[in-house]
């Protein structure tokens, strides 16, 4: 088996209500995703897919749902004052963990048709989540 990973970058802000500490307070991040591919064999170019088409793939959802976005469960009260500012905010069906994130991004390239095994989102230099399926 081969595995192939490429790495984005992007950034966004968030809160997790729930949490004890600080992190349950508006705050950003400037993140990597780092998405692996697998494949039994290579393609006619010698390669399990090219690391630009999961770049571009990874992109189009990061760059139109994700990056300089506020990321906020469909909950968060905070909601109705954001829409009143005219703030850009997006809405999540779970809270917006690193590991939620990776779901995410995960499904997304799935749906693309790429034989993803992972995706690793590193929220901090020393944190990173991990999603993959059976
Ligand atoms: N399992 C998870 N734990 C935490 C998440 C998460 O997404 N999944 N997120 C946060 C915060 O959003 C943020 O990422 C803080 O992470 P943390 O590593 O605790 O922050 P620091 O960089 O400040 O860490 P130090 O090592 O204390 O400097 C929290 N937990
Ligand atoms: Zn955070």
Redesign the pocket.
């Known amino acids: 088996m081969f595995t192939i990973t490429k790495e984005v970058y992007f950034c966004y802000g ?1 809160r ?1 209500m729930r ?1 004890p500490g ?2 349950r307070h508006l ?1 950003g ?1 400037s993140v990597k995703a780092a998405i692996t591919v697998q494949a039994a064999g290579l393609n006619e170019q010698g390669m399990v897919c090219d690391f630009a088409d999961i770049a571009r793939i990874a992109s189009d959802y990061i760059d139109r749902e994700l990056d300089h976005n506020l990321l906020l469960h469909r909950d968060d009260p905070l909601v109705p004052l954001l829409a009143a500012a005219g703030e850009r905010y997006s809405l999540l069906d779970e809270h917006p ?3 939620y994130l990776a779901q995410l991004i995960y499904r997304h390239a799935q749906s693309q048709g790429l034989a993803v095994a992972s995706v690793t989102l590193w ?2 230099a ?2 990173c ?1 991990t999603y993959s399926e059976p």
């Open positions: 968030h997790l949490h600080k992190c705050h991040h963990t690193a590991e929220e901090t020393s944190a989540a």
